[in-house]
């Protein structure tokens, strides 16, 4: 068994970018992310990625153009598949629940695809 202080791991970061692994649960894993600005656009083909946001805003763009805002304890799962970046309105942090080892592709721009959780 592994016990963490979340609160004290975030608290000790202070660059503009970390994402590190906290925990491996079965094939999944919890990350810490805490970062300010943006992350590339990308998707990933074999994982949901499922963003709880500790403290902060994080802006999450989708390729055909929508947005959603989470704010301290507000979550979102993004289907795996779906195109999209990452953005922190000020220092932010989250947690992130993704399969160990997912895979990450990158993207110059967004595609021209709807994310399936967010379809007219």
């Known amino acids: ?42 998707h990933h083909p074999d994982s949901d990625e499922l963003f709880l946001v500790v403290t902060g805003s994080l802006q999450i763009d989708f390729a055909n153009g929508a947005q959603v805002t989470l704010t301290q304890w507000e979550c979102l799962v993004v289907p795996r598949g779906t195109t999209h970046r990452t953005r922190a309105l000020g220092r932010t942090v989250n947690l992130t629940f993704e399969r160990l080892g997912a895979q990450t592709v990158f993207s110059e721009g967004p595609p021209n695809t709807t994310p399936p959780c967010l379809e007219s």
Do not use: P
């Open 1 to 42: 068994m592994s016990m963490f202080d979340i609160f004290a791991e975030q608290t000790r970061i202070t660059g503009s970018y970390t994402n590190k692994v906290l925990a491996n649960i079965n094939q999944e894993c919890l990350r810490l992310a805490v970062f300010e600005g943006e992350y590339r656009w990308h």
